[in-house]
Nanobody, 115 residues
Framework: QVQLVESGGGLVQAGGSLRLSCTAS????????MGWYRQAPGKQRELVAT???????NYADSVKGRFTISRDNAKNTVYLQMNSLKPDDTAVYYC?????????WGQGTQVTVSS
């Protein structure tokens, strides 16, 4: 079993920055993909960014140039640096990890961007 714990959410003004962290524990196979998704009220959950254990990254167009995903394999931790935040970035942000086709999710952390 795998557990994910997120931290770093909060309230920030438009144009500000936040850094989210997510640490995985349990049966972690070295080859995996970690990612961040978000879900705004009344909307479907959407991809924000993913990163492989080899550090290959993928971003949603809406966050390219503003958000940076990174990871520390030794700590099984993924980070999301969010800069130039906009009110449209307001959502619950979820961390996930995909290991051998199995997907595990964190509990989510709220990010609120005020205008």
């Amino acid at each position: 079993q795998v557990q994910l714990v997120e931290s770093g959410g909060g309230l920030v003004q438009a144009g500000g920055s936040l850094r989210l962290s997510c640490t995985a524990s349990g049966s972690i196979f070295p080859l995996n993909v970690m990612g961040w998704y978000r879900q705004a009220p009344g909307k479907q959950r959407e991809l924000v960014a993913t990163i492989t254990s080899g550090h290959t990254t993928n971003y949603a167009d809406s966050v390219k140039g503003r958000f940076t995903i990174s990871r520390d394999n030794a700590k099984n931790t993924v980070y999301l640096q969010m800069n130039s935040l906009k009110p449209d970035d307001t959502a619950v942000y979820y961390c996930n990890i995909v290991i051998r086709g199995h997907v595990y999710w964190g509990q989510g952390t709220q990010v609120t961007v005020s205008s």
